[in-house]
């Protein structure tokens, strides 16, 4: 399963997404960036910061994710951290889709 999720970031990073991914040094969780500070959302919103960006993913891509900022980073960090300890396989195919989809609506 992290493999897969690393090669579909990388997959989408390669596509122009503003994503990045950093593969887990044995641990369950990987770290991901989501550049999306000064993009615009299809309501016409500007994100403009990291709740935005958490609030996005949410709702756009039903994506839930852990902001840097609850480990202790500034406000506006772009930063994430994943688990994929208990993630099925099945259905990471959806999940991306559903991820990849969200970013396009974004101008």
């Known amino acids: 399963a992290v493999f897969y999720i690393i090669f579909v970031f990388e997959a989408l990073k390669a596509k122009g997404f503003p994503v990045q991914i950093i593969?887990?040094?044995?641990?369950?969780?990987?770290?991901?960036?989501?550049?999306?500070?000064g993009k615009k959302q299809?309501?016409?919103?500007?994100?403009?910061?990291t709740a935005d960006i958490s609030s996005f993913l949410i709702n756009r891509a039903q994506l839930a994710l852990v902001p840097f900022t609850a480990f202790g980073c500034p406000n506006g960090t772009d930063w994430y951290r994943i688990s994929v300890g208990t993630l099925n396989e099945n259905d990471i195919p959806d999940l991306l889709l559903k991820l990849e989809n969200a970013l396009n609506e974004l101008t």
Do not use: H, R, S
């Open 23 to 37: 593969a887990p040094e044995g641990a369950i969780y990987l770290t991901a960036q989501f550049a999306l500070i």
């Open 42 to 49: 299809l309501d016409g919103k500007t994100i403009e910061t």
